[in-house]
């Protein structure tokens, strides 16, 4: 926290945090894998990077450098001695003065690192999901900006994936204010019909994710033919394979829209690419081996060098 690694205990904010109040925090969710040369955070520069400019849309001045984040999230993971887990960076608002203008207000980050299985569950990844069209209509650009990944934008997937689960569905699906497909409440979604894969473009107010870009690279090595386009309500029904990606939960296939099944209830593309995926993230596929960062052995105690812009 704030640049010190501090025992679970200590790592305690005040009541009147200003993040805690009024959503004030940008954050990320990034995953260290296990590999043949030992744990390795997938893609940690662009999660980072996705981190400052979250922040920069928000005008909240980050007190580290994307480097110095990078090696704290490193430092974070070798001290919890994980082998595989998922990381939490937030930055956010602390305590200092309440009311709407966060400007005032002391910017902290701190770094959380536990082990996380599957977001959507083990059998998800084989069976797929059972997913419902949200009531939720998914934050329009002239309300709240999609692409910032802020935590002001989870009360909106955190509605629509209350209303799933009330409903007995394992994930929302939401629509954007001109009735297409955005995402899921915390996965992007790809669609698969007659061998085209595609998935909604940024402008349809998507998150634009990590596990999605690596997918449409996966894709184009693998030749299955790829676009970026819009996705409608009836589009989702007549696919002949739907399919979520997201850091926390991999590559996960939806067997059901809104009680229809979805295609004949087999995904060979979303399989072919879950288990690309899951060789790349493991380290035993050298093409993308660029996109994995080992974590150092040794146990940097602090982070020394702080810059406070
Ligand atoms: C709303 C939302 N969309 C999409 C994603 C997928 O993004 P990524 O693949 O970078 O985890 C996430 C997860 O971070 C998310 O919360």
Redesign the pocket.
Known sequence: MNGELVPWKDAKVPFLTHALHYGTGVFE?IRCFKTPGGPAIFRLKEHVVRMMESAEIYLMKMPYSANEIIEAIKSTVSANQLEECYIRPLAYYGYGEMGLNPLPNKVSLGIAAWRWDSYLGEKAEKVGVRCQVSSWRRVHPSTLPPQA?STA?YAN?GLAKIEALKAGYDEAILLNMEAMVA?A????IFRVKDGILSTPPASAG??R????DSIIRMAADLGIEFRRSDISREELYTSDELFL????AGVTPVREVDGRMIGRGSFPICERLRKAYSEVVHGREPKFSKWLTPVAKSVAPQIETRTRK
């Open positions: 969710g990944k934008n997937g995402e409440s915390a996965e992007n998507v998150l994710g990590v596990t999605r990606t997201g850091t926390a």
